[in-house]
């Protein structure tokens, strides 16, 4: 398949069939490659990311959900601990942020919102001086939470 083609089945896989939003598509087409655009990858690149597409297509359920993900989880608990939250403030975020009382009840991409969010708050409470980390914390948490991290819109600096 030529890589024209390719790019097209990748667009087609993610907005079509699971149904991705443009933000998830980039969110994913980054943690694969690092680059926002699949048009800036080589083919190697295109590659690797149409395959964690057709992974994330083996991995729904029945209803055409996407199953929910027990790193994700396991990622926000995580996050909870930087906050001080328990599980009753995340199912208030979550309900703020999908409209859903429960992680457990939310896809995906739903969680992978849920997490942004999260990293949002962090960021800003480690910027006004809340949450205080050490060197070593804080090079922890930066390179734990790299790949989640919202995407730069056009014409913002790369980070």
């Given at each position: 398949?030529?890589?024209?083609?390719?790019?097209?089945?990748?667009?087609?896989?993610?907005?079509?069939?699971?149904?991705?939003?443009?933000?998830?598509?980039?969110?994913?087409?980054?943690?694969?490659?690092?680059?926002?655009?699949?048009?800036?990858?080589?083919?190697?690149?295109?590659?690797?990311?149409?395959?964690?597409?057709?992974?994330?297509?083996?991995?729904?359920?029945?209803?055409?959900?996407?199953?929910?993900?027990?790193?994700?989880?396991?990622?926000?608990?995580?996050?909870?601990?930087?906050?001080?939250?328990?599980?009753?403030?995340?199912?208030?975020?979550?309900?703020?942020?999908?409209?859903?009382?429960?992680?457990?009840?939310?896809?995906?991409?739903e969680l992978s919102k849920v997490i942004r969010g999260m990293i949002a708050i962090i960021d800003q409470d480690i910027e006004a001086g809340k949450i205080q980390l050490t060197h070593t914390e804080r090079f922890n948490y930066e390179h734990y939470v790299k790949h989640h991290r919202?995407?730069?819109?056009?014409?913002?600096?790369?980070?």
């Open positions: 398949m030529n890589r024209r083609a390719l790019n097209h089945n990748i667009r087609a896989l993610a907005q079509g069939r699971l149904a991705l939003d443009e933000e998830t598509y980039r969110t994913v087409v980054h943690s694969v490659t690092g680059k926002l655009h699949i048009t800036d990858c080589d083919d190697e690149e295109a590659n690797l990311v149409h395959l964690a597409f057709k992974k994330m297509l083996d991995n729904q359920g029945a209803a055409g959900q996407i199953r929910k993900n027990p790193q994700q989880h396991r990622f926000i608990a995580r996050l909870m601990d930087y906050l001080r939250w328990d599980w009753q403030d995340t199912a208030r975020f979550c309900e703020r942020v999908t409209g859903k009382r429960s992680t457990k009840a939310c896809n995906a991409a919202p995407l730069p819109q056009k014409g913002e600096p790369h980070a």
